[in-house]
């Protein structure tokens, strides 16, 4: 499985992005998914993820209310909309396949990862 994640930019603070993620190679239609960031001197973090079907959602406390992620199965394709954007958004964000096991809200559940794309938000 290859995932590309796109969309990263230079945002100022309270506005918006929408990252991609696109995956090839094998579906990854029946396997959560979700985006994890890493900012400079930080330990990569759990962000937001969704279920195969998306009918369930995780968010980090830090998110909720303003990030929302989605998923398009057809497409084979993940997406993280992010309003309200503040400085300490600022970091490398990764999307990665969860394996089937462990906790969505742990990193160490996902199994492949993408090459991240930076956003940083300036205030």
């Known amino acids: 499985v290859q995932l590309q994640a796109s969309g990263g930019g230079l945002v100022q603070a309270g506005g918006s992005l929408r990252l991609s993620c696109a995956a090839s190679?094998?579906?990854?239609?029946?396997?959560?998914m979700g985006w994890l960031r890493q900012a400079p001197g930080k330990e990569r973090e759990f962000v937001a993820a969704?279920?195969?079907?998306?009918?369930?959602?995780y968010y980090a406390d830090s998110v909720k209310g303003r990030f929302t992620v989605s998923r398009d199965n057809a497409k084979n394709t993940l997406y993280l909309q992010m309003n309200s954007l503040k400085p300490e958004d600022t970091a490398i964000y990764y999307c990665?396949?969860?394996?089937?096991?462990?906790?969505?809200?742990?990193?160490?559940?996902?199994?492949?990862w993408g090459q991240g794309t930076q956003v940083t938000v300036s205030s």
């Open positions: 990665a396949r969860k394996s089937n096991s462990g906790n969505y809200y742990y990193t160490s559940a996902y199994d492949y």
């Open positions: 190679g094998r579906s990854v239609s029946r396997y959560g």
């Open positions: 969704l279920n195969w079907s998306g009918s369930s959602t």
